[in-house]
C-alpha cells in the first residue's frame, strides 16, 4: 500500500509540470497581453481538476461521497463566480440560488486575467472544502498553484495578476463561508426504522445503520429542490409470486447468480470505490466525463465554468431529493426480499449501501449532470476513461443517454437496485437537471 501511495504522489508531482506544458500558448491574448473577456483557454481549469483526480486516488479509506459531492458542488460555483465579472452579459449565481449572498464585486475598470482568479479560487477552495487533505496534499496544491502563477506571469503583468489572485481567493473565502450556513446532516438521530414488510432494513454483510435520513434538511441550491421528490413507487409492494414485484426482485436474484464477466465489471466501472488504488472516489468518476466533454467540445472558460457550477447544482441538490424520497417511501432493498422469498443464502455481488432502495442514488448524482450535458450540447457521443490510470480500455458509448443507461443498469447486475427504480430514478434526474438548465447564466 504504501509503495501505491508514493507512486501515486510522484505521479501527481510530475503531473503539476506535464499538464502545464503549453497551457498558456493555447490562450487568445489581446493588446497588453490582457485576455478579451471570455476568450481565454479553459486549459488550466480542466487542468486542475484532472489534477486533483491524481492527488485523491490513493486515499484510503474513501471519502465519504456526500461531503465529496457537497464539497465540489460550491467549488464549481466558487470557479464560476470568480470568472463572471469577466463573461460578457453573465449574471451572478446570486440572483438565482437559493439564499446565496452578493458575491465580491471584481473593479472592471481595471484588468483581470480570468485565469488566474480561477487559478486562485480553486486552490484556495479544494484546501477549504476537502478534509481529506494530507499535509503532502495541500504542499502539491500549493505547488500546483505557484507553477500555474509563474506560467501566468511569462505573458501578464504582476500588478494584473495580483488583482485577479486576490479577487479569487475573496470568492473563495465567500463561497465557502456561505457553505458553513447549509446545515449539511449526515446522520440519521431521530429516525425511527418502520415495522412493516415493505419497508428497508439494514442488508448483510454488515447491517450498517442507516445514513442520510436527515439530508433532506440541508439547504438545498434551487429553491424548487426544497420541497422536490419522488413519485409514488413504479411497481407496488407485493409478496404474491405472480406480481410485478415479485418479478422484478427474481430478475435481481437471477442474475446475482448467473453474472457474466462483462456485467461485473460494468457493476465495477460504475461503482467507484476509492482507496487503495482501486476506484476513483466521488465525485471524480462524474467530473471526468463532464471534463472530457469539455474538451471534446473545445469549450473556452466561459462555457466550461459554466458547465461546472451547474454540475455542482446538481450533485447536491439530486442527492437531498433523493434522500427525501428514500425515507418518504422507505422500500427494502432486493437483498432483504430475496433472502426473505427466495433463497436465505444469496448475496449481491456489491455490497449494498445502508439506506432505502428507492429512489436510486447513483443516479440521483449522474442523472441531472447527464441532463444538463445533453441540454448544453445534444445527446452526444462520449467517450469515459475514468480508470485510464488502471490499465482499463475507455468505455465508448454513442450518446449520453447511452452512458446513463449502462451506470443504472450497473446497480442492477450489483444487486442493490430494481430495475424498475433504476428506470424511475433517470427520469428524476431528468426533471432536475431540466430546472438547472433553466439557469440563464449567459446572455446573448
Given at each position: 500500500?504504501k ?11 510530475r503531473?503539476?509540470?506535464l ?25 488550466l ?6 489534477f486533483?483526480t491524481?492527488?485523491?486516488l ?6 465519504v461521497?456526500?461531503?465529496q ?6 467549488i ?28 465580491p464585486?471584481?473593479d472592471?475598470?481595471k ?15 479544494f484546501?477549504l472544502f ?5 499535509t ?5 496544491i500549493d ?37 458553513t ?5 449526515l ?9 412493516e ?51 422484478a ?19 465495477n466501472?460504475?461503482?467507484d ?9 466521488a ?5 471526468s ?11 473556452g472558460?466561459?462555457?466550461a ?19 427525501r424520497?428514500?425515507?418518504q ?7 432483504t ?24 442514488g447513483?443516479?440521483s ?8 450535458l ?22 465508448q ?14 446497480r442492477?447486475?450489483?444487486?442493490i437496485h ?9 427520469e ?5 437537471g ?5 439557469l440563464?447564466l449567459?446572455?446573448p
Open positions: 500500500m509503495s501505491l501511495v508514493n507512486k501515486h504522489l510522484f505521479g501527481a508531482q503531473w503539476i509540470v499538464l502545464l506544458i503549453g497551457v498558456l500558448s493555447r490562450c487568445q491574448l489581446a493588446d497588453h497581453g490582457v485576455p478579451k473577456p471570455g476568450e481565454e483557454s479553459a486549459d481549469v480542466y487542468g486542475w481538476y484532472k486533483m491524481k492527488l485523491q490513493p486515499v484510503s479509506p474513501q471519502p461521497v456526500f461531503i459531492n457537497r464539497a465540489f458542488a460550491y464549481g460555483i466558487g470557479l464560476y463566480e470568480s470568472i463572471q465579472p469577466g463573461i460578457k452579459n453573465a449574471t451572478s449565481l446570486s440572483k438565482m440560488l437559493y439564499q446565496m449572498p452578493d458575491m464585486q471584481a472592471l475598470s484588468d483581470y486575467l480570468w485565469n488566474a482568479s480561477a487559478n486562485a479560487a480553486l486552490a484556495s477552495m484546501r476537502l478534509g481529506s487533505l494530507t503532502v496534499n495541500k504542499a502539491s505547488s500546483m498553484e505557484a507553477v500555474n502563477y509563474n506560467r501566468l506571469r511569462l505573458t501578464t503583468s504582476e500588478e494584473v495578476l495580483q488583482r485577479s489572485q486576490a479577487f479569487g481567493r475573496s470568492v473563495a473565502t465567500a463561497i465557502y463561508n456561505w457553505s450556513t447549509d446545515n449539511f446532516i446522520t440519521s438521530e431521530g429516525y425511527t426504522p418502520l415495522n414488510p415493505w419497508a428497508w432494513v439494514p442488508t448483510p454483510p454488515n447491517f450498517a445503520a442507516p445514513v442520510g435520513a436527515n439530508l433532506q434538511s440541508s439547504r438545498p441550491f434551487l429553491a424548487y429542490s426544497l420541497t422536490a421528490t419522488a413519485p409514488a413507487l413504479p411497481i407496488p409492494y407485493s409478496e404474491d409470486p405472480s406480481s410485478e414485484f415479485y418479478k426482485a427474481k430478475e435481481v436474484y437471477d442474475l446475482g447468480v448467473t453474472l457474466t464477466d462483462e456485467q461485473k465489471a460494468i457493476a466501472w460504475w461503482a470505490a476509492g482507496g487503495s488504488g482501486v476506484g476513483v472516489p465525485p471524480y468518476h462524474i467530473l466525463i463532464v471534463t472530457r466533454v469539455l474538451e471534446d467540445r473545445h469549450a472558460l466561459w462555457k465554468v459554466e458547465v461546472y457550477a451547474k454540475t455542482g447544482i446538481a450533485i447536491k441538490d439530486g442527492p437531498i431529493t433523493t434522500f424520497a428514500k425515507y417511501y422507505n422500500l427494502l432493498r432486493p437483498i426480499y430475496i433472502r426473505r422469498h427466495l433463497d436465505a443464502n444469496w448475496l449481491s455481488y456489491l455490497v449494498n449501501p445502508p439506506y432505502p432502495d428507492y429512489p436510486s447513483l443516479i448524482n449522474y442523472g441531472p449532470v447527464v441532463q444538463v445533453i441540454r448544453e450540447f445534444g445527446d452526444i457521443p462520449v467517450t469515459d476513461d475514468a480508470y485510464a490510470w488502471r490499465g482499463l480500455p475507455a468505455r458509448f454513442n450518446s449520453l443517454s447511452d452512458l446513463l443507461a449502462q451506470a443504472a443498469v450497473s442492477v447486475y450489483a444487486g430494481y430495475r424498475s427504480t433504476q428506470n424511475a430514478s433517470i428524476i434526474g431528468k426533471k432536475l431540466d430546472e438547472i438548465a433553466k440563464r449567459v446572455g
